[in-house]
């Protein structure tokens, strides 16, 4: 099931992976999302375990700017349409192998970057040429538990999860003193 290479880092898109896929646009041209928080206990996790998390995306909105503020994430980027490229440039930065990158998207334009990498994953609603693509399908959709589940996949592969959990609630608790 798992490459047995170390993820490093964890590659995001958003619409149909942090989100359920649908655009909310009210008649004032604001855009809503709706993000799923077990998916950012999740990253908050792999961050703690000390795995770098990006967001790759197509489209550009206020609301993932907020939210990968909210949740810490080392790299934004908005309106790509070459995820393929970005992603070399993340893994020069981070000076890390391509087989240390987990990548989790739905839809054709992730597909390139799916196939470069050690472990890729799609949100069980993802089109059926990417979920052919993958490593690993999810149980759940996307917006709805796909990021939390497969980030707890890869972090049962390399830690105790139940040790990993309890240092983080620790730490968090210390941080709250």
Same mark, same amino acid.
């Given at each position: ?6 993820? $490093? /880092? ?7 992976? !942090? =989100?359920? *896929?649908?655009?909310? +646009? ?11 928080? $077990?998916?950012?206990? *999740?990253? #908050? /996790? ?10 790759? =995306?197509?489209?550009? @909105?206020? #609301? ?11 790299? !934004?980027?908005?309106?790509? =349409? ?10 020069? !930065? !981070?000076?890390?192998?391509? &087989? ?8 054709? &334009?992730?597909? @390139?970057? +799916? ?8 949100? $069980? ?15 759940? &959709?996307? *917006? ?6 497969? +980030?707890?996949?890869?972090? @049962? ?12 609630? @620790?730490?968090? +608790?210390?941080?709250?003193?």
């Amino acid at each position: 099931m798992m490459k047995k290479s170390e993820i $490093k /880092l964890i590659v995001l898109d958003v619409d149909g992976v !942090l =989100t359920d *896929g649908k655009l909310l +646009i009210g008649s004032n041209g604001v855009e809503f999302k709706s993000f799923n928080v $077990k998916d950012g206990m *999740g990253i #908050s /996790l792999a961050r703690f375990f000390g795995i770098k998390v990006a967001i790759i =995306t197509g489209r550009k @909105s206020e #609301s993932v700017q907020i939210r990968s503020r909210e949740l810490n994430i080392d790299y !934004l980027y908005e309106g790509i =349409t070459n995820k393929e490229e970005v992603l070399f440039e993340i893994v020069q !930065l !981070l000076d890390i192998d391509l &087989n240390n990158v987990f990548y989790l998207g739905d839809d054709i &334009n992730d597909l @390139s970057a +799916i196939k470069l990498v050690g472990f890729s994953a799609a949100p $069980k609603d993802a089109v059926e040429i990417v979920k052919k693509s993958v490593d690993y399908v999810c149980i759940f &959709n996307g *917006g709805n538990g796909a990021v939390r589940e497969a +980030i707890d996949l890869i972090l @049962s592969q390399h830690v105790d999860y139940d040790v990993l959990v309890a240092n983080y609630l @620790s730490a968090k +608790i210390k941080i709250a003193q």
